[in-house]
């Protein structure tokens, strides 16, 4: 076994006693690597991870320093909310409301390259300093063990956004966002994602029995065929109405 971890971290660094990379802050995103992940998001620090589509920084939720710490990687505006990965479709619920949607939906959805847009409700536990001022949240389950053991192993939800500088290209690679891998405790290498630079279909989910596309992604048609095949319907803009 040392062996075999000791060649897929050839281009990666050195190993030390404990199977941690030295010197360099890529790793690779298999399971023998997943506690490295846990214990940085739990440390409050920065990762990033490869996903069903992009790359992207995740860090503790409930950590206001690590949330603040992703918009200074990015360069974003504070006022732009960020999505939180879950590690498996009951853990949505424990974030936001989900009793107003159709049984067997976000089942049906999840996991998968979709993030959900819901209210947070009064039981929420998600950190209010989280996107302060918005009463909704993005919430993924991605199709990726990886990140979904790192979500389970945290206790917590991931703040997940994707990895670059807000307005640039996604990463589908960690060559993509080399230039900001000293901002990270550590990068994880899954690489080159199959899905293109699209990210995941977002879609809003607070209103009953409605839907509406907030950006079509990677999943636009799939995604609206099972809304649909639930009884949703497209909510209209209120210019078009």
Known sequence: MCMKIASNLDSYGSISKNGAAVGRVVLPATKEYTR???????????????????????????SKEAVNRIYEIKGRKLTSPLAICVGDVPDVMRFAVTYHLPETLLETLLPGPVTVVLRRGESSILEKSLNPGVDSVGIRVPDSDFIRNIARGSGSALALTSANLSGHPSSVSVDDFKHLWEHCAYVFDGGKLPMGRAGSTIVDLTIPGKYKII???????????????????????????
Not at 221 to 237: C, F, K, N, Q, W
């Open 36 to 62: 490295e992940a846990i214990q940085s998001i739990k440390s409050g620090k920065v990762i990033a991870v490869p996903t069903d589509t992009i790359y992207g920084f995740a860090c503790d939720a409930c």
């Open 215 to 241: 950006r079509p992604g990677s999943a636009r048609e799939d995604t609206v065929a099972i809304l649909e095949r639930h009884y949703l319907v497209e909510e209209e803009d209120a210019d078009s109405a």
